[in-house]
């Protein structure tokens, strides 16, 4: 939830946002408007990609205010009858608390290895890139066809030789016994 008692409406958040282009001055003008309840172009040029609450200084998680005023000014071009439908079908039925956080947000968000320098900072500290969850992944498959690699590449959905050029890129084991020209 957006903390406006944390927000010094620096504009940091938005001046560091990959996907808009703002100063420091149109950035603050933007947070304030949001803050007092009125629309501002971030509305319709943030992709609700969240990097804003990791750019933010004071931890005053201004995503949560732009997605509100998103819901609130309907920027996404969400239908208000399907929004509503969408709350009713979440709302709480206890006791709501707010919890602290106990670990990563994002729990599987993959990116090629070659990405990964674009995203630093706490947000992304511990994700693992697309070959580390393909190789996990491979390595799982193997292991519960215990080692049938025809059967791998089936379950896969790829051909063999697609199998092997996968194996050797991430150096996973040595082919299949079976699959080594007889010596005699």
Known sequence: MFDETRC??????????????????????????????????ILSSCITCLACNEYCPSGARPFDLI????EQFCSLGIPPEMLAAEEARYAA??????????????????FSS???????????E??????????????HVLGRVEGNRTRA??????????LYRMLERFGIGD????????PS
Not at 67 to 70: D, F, H, I
Not at 114 to 124: I, P, V
Not at 153 to 162: K, M, N, P, Q, V
Not at 175 to 182: C, F, L, N, Q, S
């Open 93 to 110: 039925t206890g006791e709501v608390r707010v919890l602290e956080n106990e670990g990563r947000v994002l729990s599987a968000c993959v």
């Open 175 to 182: 082919r299949d016994p079976g699959d080594a020209p007889d």
């Open 8 to 41: 010094d409406r620096c504009g940091d958040c938005l001046v560091r946002c990959l996907y808009v282009d703002y100063d420091r001055e149109q950035a603050a003008f933007e947070i304030d408007e949001l803050i007092a309840g009125r629309p501002a172009p």
């Open 67 to 70: 997605l509100e005023r998103q």
């Open 114 to 124: 070659t990405d990964a320098e674009l995203f630093q900072g706490r947000l992304f």
């Open 126 to 139: 511990g994700l693992p890139t697309l070959d580390e969850i393909e190789k996990r992944y491979l390595v």
């Open 153 to 162: 590449a089936e379950i896969l959905g790829i051909d063999r030789r697609t």
